[in-house]
């Protein structure tokens, strides 16, 4: 079991920037890839950034590839989101979540917090 807390969300302009906090309780933070994903109203769930267990490997939306920067510290059981150049459409509530890789291929991502709303303003 892994318990999931998301922080750093909040009102910003068009043009700034704002770092999420995911921190992990429970079981080893180390075994598993995170990822972050974000809803916005009316649409449904969606994919954001994923890193592997280790930090080595990241892995981004094109909507969001060259602003966004996931990052992990395993020593703080804490993964990041950094968010640069934020528009209005990345208005929406982020979610972390945390996935082992399963047989043939992909992750499943058992866990996940209760989510940080973010809005940007034109």
């Known amino acids: 079991q892994v318990q999931l807390v998301e922080s750093g969300g909040g009102l910003v302009q068009a043009g700034d920037s704002l770092r999420l906090s995911c921190a992990a309780s429970?079981?080893?933070?180390?075994?598993?890839?995170m990822g972050w994903f974000r809803q916005a109203p009316g649409k449904e769930r969606e994919f954001v950034a994923r890193?592997?267990?280790?930090?080595?490997?990241?892995y981004y939306a094109e909507a969001v590839k060259g602003r966004f920067t996931i990052s992990r510290d395993n020593a703080k059981n804490t993964v990041y989101l950094q968010m640069n150049s934020l528009k209005p459409e990345d208005t929406a509530v982020y979610y972390c979540?945390?996935?082992?890789?399963?047989?043939?291929?992909?992750?499943?991502?058992?866990?996940w917090g209760q989510g940080t709303q973010v809005t940007v303003s034109s």
């Open positions: 890193i592997s267990w280790s930090g080595a490997n990241s």
């Open positions: 429970g079981d080893t933070f180390s075994s598993y890839s």
């Open positions: 979540a945390a996935a082992l890789p399963i047989p043939g291929g992909g992750y499943l991502y058992n866990y």
